[in-house]
């Protein structure tokens, strides 16, 4: 935005940033808050702390010292930013998803050679899980966490001067001691927890294949007794929905084990979508994007897909009363002049959800790619410099606070001056 811009603003962007950080008790905290938004709002190649403050007109140590060395907390304004985007967006769907942050030292909390998919490869960065709240017309984030590779871990480490230059870094980082090295999908179920303890209620949680492939996390959704459609790799084990399981008998025919057990090894869900075959295949459109053609000038953003009730197998997933694996829907999606499938989901909503359903939410994550792009291109969510553990997180959640700013503007008045 221009300065003329984001100061016809002001006085929205001055209630919305009261309510945001009201729990900062000190009036001149929130006036910094007020001020750091402002700067990320700017137009201005970088967004990070010196050229916020030469384009604000204002000294850079004040947003140094508000993002540094203050200490107000991340967790009560990111609970208030949840309420507002709940109240705002309507969420059809909670979205989990992670981004990369391209790093060039290796001081900055998290950094390590890592795979991200945001570079698509192996490279020298931090990590960040973040929890969206989305429809097709909106969305936000409402919650990150920092991912800690093993090496920033000192109780990970193999020998004493690893566990030693461990500590040694955490310290630096500011890195409280309870914040250890977890999978991704554990701080994934964290955040999802966090925000149902502020009295939030998921709709139903998303997510690609980094966070599907892990039985645990699809079982944690479970036992939480939340619904969800997450993206899974094609060689995840399943059985049909007709397999059961038997009590096998040796050849006196006595029973072999106490227990049913299923005869047939499983398979993989492509080996079950292919098997099922093109005949059960039906085309769904589950949004109208905007790009029109002369032969589809709807904009009509469909596939063809199958849809089926399967049993995934793993020895983690709790067993029903009979001995049998829990069924659950399998999404694939098998685009014309292709061998097999593409792309696979699995679901636990109730059975008579309709496909077009499953297939909407197995589609949602691309608002998140939105998301990202905006906080990253427009807003400098990975222009952050400081080398702080909190630092960091502050900075993420005035980008987040930045954002749904920008979001309330689209929704509620689309034409005022320096929306986008």
Request: charged fraction near 20%; charge should be positive; proline fraction near 6%.
């Amino acid at each position: 935005m221009k300065k003329h811009e984001v100061t016809a603003l002001q006085g929205q962007l001055s209630s919305y940033v009261e309510n945001i950080f009201a729990s900062l008790s000190r009036k001149d905290q929130r006036a910094k808050g007020n001020l750091y938004v402002q700067g990320l709002l700017l137009d201005g190649q970088r967004k990070s702390i010196q050229p916020m403050a030469e384009r604000l007109g204002v000294d850079h140590q004040q947003l140094q010292q508000f993002t540094a060395s203050s200490t107000w907390a991340v967790e009560p304004v990111r609970r208030q930013m949840a309420r507002a985007a709940t109240n705002l967006i309507q969420p059809q769907a909670w979205v989990i998803d992670d981004t990369g942050f391209t790093k060039d030292g290796l001081a900055s909390p998290g950094v390590a050679r890592q795979y991200s998919g945001t570079l698509g490869k192996v490279g020298n960065c931090q990590i960040a899980v973040s929890l969206h709240m989305a429809t097709d017309q909106a969305s936000s984030p409402i919650n990150w966490r920092l991912y800690l590779p093993e090496v920033w871990d000192d109780t990970c480490a193999t020998t004493e001067q690893a566990a030693h230059e461990a500590a040694i870094r955490r310290a630096k980082a500011g890195i409280p001691e309870g914040v250890r090295h977890e999978p991704k999908w554990v701080q994934a179920l964290d955040m999802i927890d966090q925000a149902t303890n502020w009295g939030l209620t998921p709709p139903v949680v998303t997510a690609d294949a980094g966070y599907g492939d892990a039985t645990a996390f699809r079982q944690g959704l479970q036992d939480r007794g939340i619904d969800y459609v997450v993206a899974v790799t094609h060689t995840t084990s399943a059985r049909p929905q007709d397999a059961q399981p038997e009590i096998l008998q040796n050849a006196s025919g006595r029973a072999a084990v106490s227990k049913p057990r299923y005869r047939q090894p499983a398979q993989s869900v492509k080996q079950l979508a292919v098997a099922a075959g093109r005949k059960q295949l039906r085309q769904v459109t589950w949004r109208h994007g905007t790009k029109t053609s002369p032969n589809n000038r709807a904009a009509a953003m469909r596939s063809r897909f199958l849809v089926l009730r399967i049993r995934p197998a793993n020895r983690h997933i709790p067993l029903q009363d009979d001995g049998s694996q829990p069924q659950v829907w399998l999404i694939a999606q098998w685009p014309p002049h292709h061998p097999a499938p593409t792309d696979y989901w699995l679901s636990n909503l109730p059975a008579d959800t309709p496909p077009k359903t499953l297939v909407r939410l197995a589609k949602q994550r691309w608002r998140i790619e939105h998301d990202y792009r905006e906080l990253k291109t427009g807003l400098g969510l990975d222009h952050f410099e400081g080398r702080s553990y909190h630092g960091f997180h502050r900075h993420l959640t005035l980008v987040t606070a930045a954002q749904l700013f920008l979001t309330q503007l689209r929704l509620t008045d689309p034409k005022v001056d320096g929306a986008p």
